[in-house]
């Protein structure tokens, strides 16, 4: 099956930019996916890339995919305290339709 | 705008005991899904429906959890017996098909066994 890592936490001030990282091992997927999630909710969808794209911007939003690497990040502008929440990259395997999730990366915004 | 409906939103349930779930899609989506989120990690998929037939249970422990679509739209997981392990957030997901990647999540529930 796809594996899919990323770092476990990530401080940030009110006011800079995130950079959430993820890498994946299935070369062959199709699109790719960022969710988050709040505490004790469900996964809100957040934004995906097509493979064939390298950068896709949606407002503060920035998703890079560096497919030689098989590195996928998020990047986020003017991070804000309602930014603080679990983030998670996801990864369909090949032409599988399953999604595979990597654990999660908890974003804490400071003041 | 449309969300994916789960109920209950907590249970606190004794272990060997039976429990369901209910979960209901957007309306006029075909595929269903249903995930165990353990604590610290990422949804594992449990069980994968399109319309009322399964299409994915590998990972389903079939020893006590079932799951149906009986009329191909909302759906119930049961865990008969619970154990200590069952303890997660059990999330519902669902898409317009199963070549169209989008899942919604609903807000799960969360399951405590004691």
């Known amino acids: 099956g796809e594996d899919v890592e990323q770092s476990l936490f990530l401080s940030v001030r009110e006011g800079d930019s995130s950079v959430i990282n993820c890498t994946y091992t299935d070369s062959s997927s199709t699109y790719l996916y960022w969710y988050k999630q709040e505490p004790g909710a469900g996964l809100q969808l957040l934004t995906y890339i097509f493979s064939n794209m390298d950068m896709k911007q949606d407002q503060r939003l920035t998703v890079l995919l560096n497919k030689k690497d098989k590195h996928l990040s998020l990047r986020i502008a003017d991070t804000q305290t309602g930014d603080s929440a679990i983030y998670f990259c996801a990864v369909p395997p090949g032409n599988d339709y399953k999604l595979s999730f990597g654990a999660g990366t908890t974003v804490t915004v400071r003041a | 705008e449309a969300e994916v409906a789960q109920s209950p939103r907590y249970k606190i349930t004794e272990k060997s005991q039976a429990v369901a779930f209910w979960c209901d899609p957007i309306s006029g989506h075909a595929t269903l899904y249903w995930y165990r989120q353990i604590l610290g990690q990422g949804p594992e998929l449990l069980v994968q429906?399109?319309?009322?037939?399964?299409?994915?249970d590998s990972q389903l422990p079939k020893d006590r959890f079932s799951a149906e679509r009986l009329k191909g739209v909302d759906s119930t997981l049961k865990i008969q017996p619970a154990e200590l392990g069952d303890s997660a957030m059990y999330l519902c997901a669902s898409s317009l098909g199963q070549g169209v990647y989008e899942q919604y999540f609903g807000p799960g529930t969360r399951l405590t066994v004691t």
């Open positions: 429906f399109q319309d009322e037939s399964v299409v994915d």
